[in-house]
Structures are given as structure tokens and as C-alpha cells.
């Protein structure tokens, strides 16, 4: 599996070959093909694993008395520190689009979510009036495509990932200036 999501990382679905997956995995092409019949199931299984992590991380993340707009911009940086270091969730964020069903699953797996607490930020007063949480859902949308491309960007540099400042500090940093414009007058005093 994780030779697959490295595949399927490096090369999309259509460019993936299974034959470099057995070769990364050490394994021959029939002890492959006996347990996915085609790069179809392969390429569903490592989604399914990447959709696990994902999900797996984001509830293990506190949802305790946090505001709301503070938890939702807590899973866009999770979400970016996923997509960093686990070749399976970059997989499973690219798959979702290349795949011949285009579901779009791994983005569903967790946007409702985050625009469920922006909604809830907006019912509390930490946004200004003017911002619409399906708006900072969508800018979410962005700023995770954009997390993930250098991510795999940074991936395919011999495997070595820059860290300085690193895609979680870059996120962290605009979400710090998206906060000047997005949020009402009593949550700004709070920031």
C-alpha cells in the first residue's frame, strides 16, 4: 500500500504503473494482481487509506472550548500537516480527483466539517457580518490544493521535505492575515 500511494502520489492515476509498484514493494506482479485485480482497486484502496488517516487525525483533534473559527483553521493545518507526511492522504487528495468516478471523496471527507465550525463561528460573532461561511469553506478548498501541490512538490525532491518555514507555517501565517479581514470586532480583541 504504501508503494502504491507513493505511485499514485508521484504520477496520478493515469500515469501510475504497477509494475513500478511492485518493484518499489519488492513483490512480484502476481502476488499484486491476487489482491487487486486491477490498478481500479488499487487505486480505491489507497484512497480508502489515505480518507482513514485523514479521518483518524482529524478526530483526534480537541474539540473542546476552542472557538469555533479557531478549530476549523486547527483542521485546515492538520489537513496541510497530513498532506506533508503522508504520501497516502497526498494520494487519496489526488485520487479523488483523477479517478474515472471523480468524487471528489477525500475533499468531502472533511470540508462539511470545516464549514459546519465557521458556521458556527458566524453564529457566535467571530466573523464580521459581511463573511459568508461557504466563502472560507471554499477559501479552505484552496489553501488545502495548494498545501497539497507543494507538498508533493517538496515530496519529489529526493524524498526530502523543507521544513523552513514548511507548508503547516505558511498555512498558519495566512490564516493570520485572512483573521485582519474575516473576523467581527470582539473576536479580533481576543486574537
Not at 65 to 80: F, G, N, Q
Not at 115 to 135: C, I, K, M, N, T
Not at 141 to 157: K, N, Q, T, V
Amino acid at each position: 500500500m504504501n508503494a502504491a500511494a507513493t505511485e499514485f502520489d508521484r504520477s496520478g492515476y493515469t500515469g501510475a504503473a504497477l509494475n513500478r509498484v511492485c518493484r518499489a514493494a519488492g513483490i512480484t506482479m502476481g502476488a499484486l494482481t491476487f489482491h487487486f485485480s486491477t490498478k481500479g482497486e488499487l487505486a480505491a484502496a489507497v484512497q480508502a487509506k489515505g480518507q482513514t488517516v485523514t479521518r483518524a487525525a482529524l478526530g483526534a483533534l480537541p474539540s473542546g472550548p476552542a472557538p469555533a473559527l479557531h478549530r476549523a483553521i486547527d483542521m485546515t493545518l492538520e489537513l496541510a500537516r497530513l498532506l506533508e507526511e503522508e504520501p497516502a492522504v497526498r494520494s487519496a487528495a489526488r485520487l479523488s480527483r483523477e479517478l474515472p468516478d471523480g468524487d471528489l471523496a477525500w475533499m468531502n471527507s472533511w470540508v462539511a466539517a470545516v464549514q459546519d465550525l465557521f458556521s458556527q463561528a458566524y453564529r457566535d460573532g467571530q466573523l464580521h457580518a459581511a463573511v459568508r461561511p461557504e466563502d472560507l469553506a471554499m477559501l479552505s478548498r484552496f489553501l488545502i490544493l495548494g498545501a497539497e501541490y507543494r507538498a508533493r512538490a517538496a515530496s519529489e525532491l529526493n524524498g526530502e521535505q523543507p521544513r523552513e518555514p514548511g507548508t503547516v507555517e505558511e498555512i498558519r501565517q495566512m490564516w493570520d492575515i485572512i483573521q485582519r479581514g474575516i473576523c467581527g470586532p470582539s473576536s479580533l480583541a481576543s486574537s
